[in-house]
């Protein structure tokens, strides 16, 4: 069983298009974040939500926005893509306090390209 | 600026050999993890030390946290290509900061 699922594992679009990725986790997790790898595998966050609170990177165009429908859910939505969007986007979830002082499970990833 | 500096970047060894790389911080953190990144896939958690001091152990590889909670050591004996991967460490301080990573390729 997968613990933290993410689609689609790739995606390519041209610029300006509006996409959603979607993440599911069946861990139980009460927190779920977004990252996104750059070029150079440095993983950066963007958000850490549970059913409480959002806490949004301020470097992260607001462009990106995350959506929840429910605990096991984080969707990631961008609209107008721009060229240095292109990235790896990671999903990911922690159960406790202390935003993931346990550590994160981690989805495969989505490879999107914006041309 | 990066909290969290890897070294080496790159390492590139034979099977059988020894290797250790580092994870250095001027932040302290409250808990550290490292986690192995291999190709087309997501960060896969190896271990979370909370002590300063703290030695984990995981068969071949071994886990250090420093006195201070600043940094970090990992250590693998008598390595094998399977180890082959990005080593990522990351700090918690009620955020999680990644660092960009140790590419270890072992050589058959």
């Known amino acids: 069983d997968t613990a933290v699922s993410q689609t689609p594992k790739y995606l390519v679009t041209q610029m300006g298009n509006d996409k959603s990725i979607k993440c599911e986790q069946n861990?139980?997790?009460?927190?779920m974040y977004w990252y996104k790898q750059d070029s150079k595998k440095f993983l950066k966050i963007m958000f850490s939500?549970?059913?409480?609170?959002?806490?949004i990177n301020e470097t992260v165009p607001n462009r990106f926005s995350p959506k929840s429908p429910d605990k096991a859910h984080l969707n990631l939505h961008i609209n107008s893509l721009e060229l240095g969007d292109s990235a790896v986007y990671f999903c990911?979830?922690?159960?406790?306090?202390?935003?993931?002082?346990?550590?994160?499970?981690f989805g495969s990833g989505t490879r999107l390209t914006v041309v | 600026t990066q909290l969290l500096e890897q070294s080496p970047q790159f390492l590139s060894i034979q099977e059988g050999e020894n290797l250790t790389v580092y994870c250095n911080s001027s932040?302290?953190?409250?808990?550290l993890q490292w986690y192995r990144q291999e190709p087309g896939e997501g960060p896969v958690l190896l271990v979370t030390?909370?002590?300063?001091?703290e030695v984990k152990k995981l068969k071949r590889l071994t886990f250090q946290f420093g006195d201070a909670r600043k940094d970090s050591s990992l250590h693998i004996t008598a390595a094998q290509p399977g180890d082959t991967g990005l080593y990522l460490c990351?700090?918690?301080?009620?955020?999680?900061?990644f660092g960009a990573g140790t590419r270890l390729t072992v050589k058959p």
């Open positions: 932040s302290v953190f409250s808990s």
């Open positions: 939500y549970n059913n409480k609170e959002l806490i």
């Open positions: 990351a700090g918690n301080n009620n955020d999680m900061r």
């Open positions: 990911a979830s922690s159960q406790g306090g202390g935003r993931g002082r346990l550590g994160y499970t």
């Open positions: 030390v909370v002590t300063g001091g």
């Open positions: 861990l139980g997790h009460d927190t």
